[in-house]
């Protein structure tokens, strides 16, 4: 089965997963994309606790390939700004890029602290949707690779599935090289 949005081909059932009931599992993030009326899907999975890298768990998980999922990290300006970079898990952000694409000099990942204050998010359930602060939002340009990529919903073991253009535009995201 595909749902269709307005902007791609969207949402594969190709996988099998726990769609969840949206009523159990409303994050901010989920909460602006029934706002929006953005298709997508939200898929639960149990998080480990003792696992080391948040993103390549939901791979596992989910029996979804890396480079359709995608992991949300902030990092900071030379300005103090804080700024977001959307990246497969497979990769790595690359600082420099992220600043050049910001039009800063440097970049640095941000304080834990900083980040769960600004986003209003655990690490490792950062979503790029619905943060407290509307912060600057780079997506690395392989996100556009695919029909629909999963990014986290806000919480540890639950994924958002939707279209990158709508994901995209609905943030005001930009595109620039930014993983490695």
């Known amino acids: 089965m595909c749902i269709r949005s307005a902007h791609a081909e969207c949402i594969h059932d190709t996988v099998e997963f726990s769609v969840v009931s949206m009523e159990s599992k409303m994050t901010p993030g989920i909460n602006l994309l029934k706002k929006a009326k953005?298709?997508?899907k939200i898929h639960e999975y149990h998080h480990d606790s003792s696992s080391k890298s948040f993103g390549l768990e939901a791979v596992e998980k989910l029996g979804v390939p890396e480079a359709r999922i995608?992991?949300?990290?902030?990092?900071?300006?030379?300005?103090k700004e804080l700024i977001v970079g959307v990246i497969p898990v497979?990769?790595?952000?690359?600082?420099?890029?992220?600043?050049?694409?910001?039009?800063?000099?440097k970049a640095?990942?941000?304080a834990q602290s900083d980040v769960e204050r600004s986003t209003g998010y655990v690490l490792g359930g950062v979503s790029p949707l619905?943060?407290?602060?509307?912060?600057?939002t780079i997506f690395d340009p392989s996100i556009k690779e695919h029909n629909t990529i999963y990014v986290s919903a806000g919480r540890r073991g639950l994924?958002?599935?939707l279209c990158p253009d709508d994901l995209v535009r609905l943030v005001s995201g930009v595109l620039a090289d930014i993983g490695q």
Do not use: P, R, Y
């Open 108 to 110: 640095t990942m941000a």
């Open 130 to 136: 619905g943060q407290k602060k509307k912060l600057k």
């Open 38 to 40: 953005i298709t997508h």
């Open 159 to 161: 994924e958002i599935e």
């Open 90 to 105: 497979s990769s790595s952000l690359n600082l420099k890029q992220l600043a050049k694409a910001a039009a800063a000099k």
């Open 70 to 79: 995608f992991k949300t990290l902030v990092a900071m300006l030379d300005s």
